[in-house]
């Protein structure tokens, strides 16, 4: 056997043997490329040769029973094994990828939202959805719906492949088929929890869509007082005839309170006497075939509130009293607007309102009159009106008589005396004969000073001829058709028993 396992191996590396047989042929020409260019050392030839086997037992099949070449590579085989240690190298490769796939494993993507029919013909139905909250992490690959024929539990995908799109339309159903429908998110690594419709769609035409038409002043809310009646008229569209629905709470109507009246065009909800547990949100469903429209219906049904609490009587001070309490315990349904503040003497035993919309918890109350002892009380407010009742102040307020001693102020004597000053002096004046003419002069000074007029020195005594006036201090003096003797030099004095003053003119008579 020893000669045999050379010959092979020093044909494989000559490729002399090639020729004898036409099978090994074609397997030479694989061998010769890979050992060729990584024939360097021995050892790589041997770690080739390991798949060479594989091809001659392929080859070998039909001829095996010809020739003994064939043990020839069973005897290469066994060299393989024995350069075994060689191999193993490239098996510790292969684990090193092995910690890669150990990864949490991806949450798969949350349901679709607010599944709904936009339209339905005789043989399609179009859909539309939201897309879901979470997508998870390798991403949303898309869509799929699914359909399931009502009283049947097998379910059939509608589209070939999930797409991204929110909207989708059934082709190619038959009309009068009731049909269940479903939608999941699809991502890399699983699919949602399927959205399904609650009700199942009948397969035919709807000529207009289910639509409400909720007025103005019932998209806020609506509001009443306890033992008003409430007739709420709704108008809707759709053909054929739609389906109406009411609930509260997910719940039917209690029909013994509500009724409920409808029509081909709208609804009626009515209330004949209403009470603070008719307050809620009802919904309004108007369907066909699985399309459908929702509206609220928000009614508040409100009453006075209760008292305030705890009304106490803080303090008392001169004409002043400090008063606090705290919100009534039941507010009738809707929100306190303010507090009422009211007085009440002793005296008259009647109520005045002091305080009006008191947004807070607390007051004080002024300009009280001494001498009287008060009473208050506060009413709370929303917007039914005031609290039937109102909180009292156990304890009542006097206003005490307080004494004072008057001081009157003491202003300082101002001294007003003062000696004559003339503030506006004589000017000397050109006039003709003949026309009378005036001298003025401005003079001040406490007491009031005397007056005296002169002429050249000469005092003017009682003459027909001059006539001197004072008024407010201006002094004046009227000289009467004079002639060319009556110029000269006139002069005004001034004196009180301060001190005196003079101011003089020249005075022309042409």
């Known amino acids: 056997k020893h000669p045999l396992p050379q010959p092979p191996s020093f044909a494989a590396m000559t490729g002399k043997t090639a020729p004898p047989a036409t099978d090994p042929a074609p397997v030479a020409p694989k061998k010769e490329p890979v050992p060729a260019p990584n024939e360097g050392p021995a050892p790589a030839p041997a770690a080739e040769e390991s798949p060479a086997p594989e091809h001659p037992p392929a080859m070998e099949q039909p001829t095996a029973p010809a020739d003994e070449p064939a043990p020839v590579p069973t005897a290469e085989e066994t060299p393989a094994p024995e350069e075994g240690p060689l191999a193993p190298p490239a098996e510790p490769q292969a684990p090193a990828p092995e910690p890669k796939p ?5 949450e798969p993507p949350s349901s679709p939202l607010s599944l709904a029919v936009e339209e339905v013909s005789e043989n399609s139905v179009t859909l539309t959805w939201k897309a ?5 992490q390798p991403g949303l690959d898309g869509y799929v719906v699914e359909i399931c024929k009502d009283g049947s539990t097998d379910w059939t995908a509608a589209n070939e492949e999930p797409f991204l799109s929110t909207r989708y339309t059934i082709q190619d159903l038959s009309s009068g088929d009731k049909i269940h429908v479903r939608v999941k998110a699809v991502s890399a690594s699983d699919a949602s929890v399927p959205a399904t419709l609650e009700q199942p769609v009948l397969v035919r035409e709807i000529i207009q869509l289910p639509r409400i038409r909720m007025p103005r002043h019932l998209r806020q809310t609506y509001v009443r007082h306890v033992g008003d009646a409430v007739n709420v008229m709704i108008p809707f569209q759709g ?7 009411w609930t509260k709470g997910d719940q039917p109507l209690d029909t013994s309170r509500i009724n409920i009246r409808n029509t081909e065009k709208d609804t009626i909800f009515y209330i004949r006497e209403a009470q603070r547990s008719d307050s809620g949100k009802y919904k309004l469903t108007v369907r066909i075939n699985g399309a459908e429209d929702k509206a609220i219906l928000d009614i508040r049904v409100i009453e006075p509130p209760g008292p305030p609490q705890n ?9 002043n009293v400090a008063l606090e309490w705290t919100p009534p315990l039941d507010n009738g349904n809707s929100e306190i607007k303010g507090y009422t503040v009211q007085k009440s003497d002793k005296k008259s035993g009647k109520w005045f309102t002091a305080l009006e919309r008191c947004t807070r918890t607390s007051c004080t109350i002024s300009d009280l009159i001494i001498g009287n002892t008060y009473s208050f009380r506060v009413f709370a407010e929303n917007a039914c009106g005031l609290s039937e009742k109102a909180a009292v102040t156990s ?12 001081q009157p102020e003491k202003i300082p004597q101002w001294n007003m005396m003062e000696p004559p000053k003339f503030t506006q002096p004589l000017t000397d004046r050109t006039t003709t004969r003949g026309y009378s003419t005036h001298l003025f002069c401005c003079v001040r000074g406490f007491p009031q000073p005397k007056i005296i007029w002169m002429k050249n020195q000469m005092e003017i005594r009682e003459d027909p001829k001059y006539i001197a006036l004072i008024e407010q201090g201006v002094c004046s003096l009227e000289i009467r058709k004079p002639n060319p003797f009556d110029g000269g030099i006139y002069t005004c004095k001034a004196v009180n028993p301060l001190g005196e003053a003079s101011v003089d003119c020249k005075l022309d008579v042409k």
Do not use: S
Request: aromatic share 8%.
């Open 132 to 136: 879901p909250e979470q997508t998870g």
């Open 395 to 406: 304890a009542v307020a006097h206003i005490k008589k307080t004494k004072t001693a008057y």
């Open 102 to 106: 150990e990864k949490p494993k991806a």
């Open 311 to 319: 009304l106490k009587l803080v303090d008392v001070w001169g004409f």
């Open 239 to 245: 053909k054929p005839q739609p389906e109406v629905i």
